[in-house]
């Protein structure tokens, strides 16, 4: 009788057999340390050793006194973007490097070389060196050749201090570092709460420096509380209390659950006690409120 023609391949010899389990349980293990082993993790750490040597060799040389040279060629650069291994590389210590590190979590930006050197700190002879280098934004070129070298609001007219309430776009414009977007959004937040009733609230509006800011004080004031339509805070729907931008979703919610659980709210002190409050701003906010 002869044997199929597949048959042979599926016959296997004792010696055959145990290489054929041996293969498989070394393919089960693999597999297994494939999927429960992050191999990735190796590679983060790998990561942070290298950047914990810069700032160490960094800590090493500066300590020591030493200043890189080497033939490694300066391009231009933006200052505001210089990391760790760029800042060693350019001869700064780690602690200059680490006060312009900071200054940019800020959000903000140094525009010149003045500027750089006042956040960093770094001598005159390194800036002299590094300086040529600084390549910064058109735009920033531009504001620096045309803009006066203050932060002191100017008037073409007159030196009085407006009331903030009656600025036109105009008029905010004057004010060094405020452009047409800038002045667009600062009417935008006083149209929203129907007027200013405090110098204090420009610090909540997006995108305005405390150089900008302190500008607007110098040459605006509240002059008259204006007349604003105020939201009563035991009948206002979540909505109608969003209208005050202090009043984000979660708090305006909040204070309504407040009310329904404990009745008609008497005074402002009582929002104090609803978690997220914003404590710091409430005697401007109780100026929006009637109760």
């Not at 979540?238 to 404990?262: C, D, G, H, W």
Request: glycine residues 4%; proline residues 4%.
């Amino acid at each position: 009788m002869k044997t199929p023609l597949f048959s042979s391949y599926f016959i296997f010899s004792k010696s055959q057999r145990n290489g054929l389990f041996v293969f498989l349980f070394c393919v089960v293990v693999f597999q297994f340390l494939y999927f429960f082993i992050d191999f990735k993790q190796h590679s983060k750490e790998k990561s942070l050793d290298n950047n914990k040597w810069v700032r160490l060799k960094v800590q090493k040389d500066s300590s020591s006194g030493y200043s890189k040279k080497s033939k490694w060629v300066v391009r231009p650069f933006n200052p505001n973007f210089i990391s760790d291994f760029k800042g060693y590389q350019l001869g700064m210590s780690l602690e200059e490097i680490d006060r312009l590190l900071a200054f940019r979590k800020t959000n903000r930006f140094v525009n010149s070389p003045k500027e750089f050197q006042e956040v960093t700190q770094v001598s005159d002879t390194l800036l002299q060196k590094i300086a040529p280098y600084f390549k910064f934004p058109d735009w920033v070129l531009k504001r620096n050749l045309n803009q006066p070298k203050t932060f002191i609001f100017q008037s073409k007219e007159t030196n009085a201090i407006l009331d903030i309430n009656l600025a036109t776009v105009e008029d905010l414009k004057k004010v060094y570092g405020i452009g047409d977007a800038l002045s667009q959004r600062i009417l935008k937040e006083k149209e929203k709460l129907g007027g200013f009733v405090s110098m204090e609230q420009l610090k909540d509006i997006w995108g305005l420096s405390p150089e900008v800011i302190q500008s607007l004080q110098n040459g605006f004031a509240i002059r008259q509380i204006p007349t604003i339509k105020k939201i009563n805070l035991n009948t206002s729907s979540i909505k109608e209390l969003m209208q005050l931008s202090y009043f984000k979703y979660p708090l305006a919610k909040a204070i309504v659950t407040f009310r329904s659980m404990n009745g008609k709210i008497e005074n402002i002190e009582e929002l104090t006690k609803i978690s997220g409050f914003p404590v710091d701003k409430i005697k401007i906010i109780a100026l929006y409120l009637e109760f």
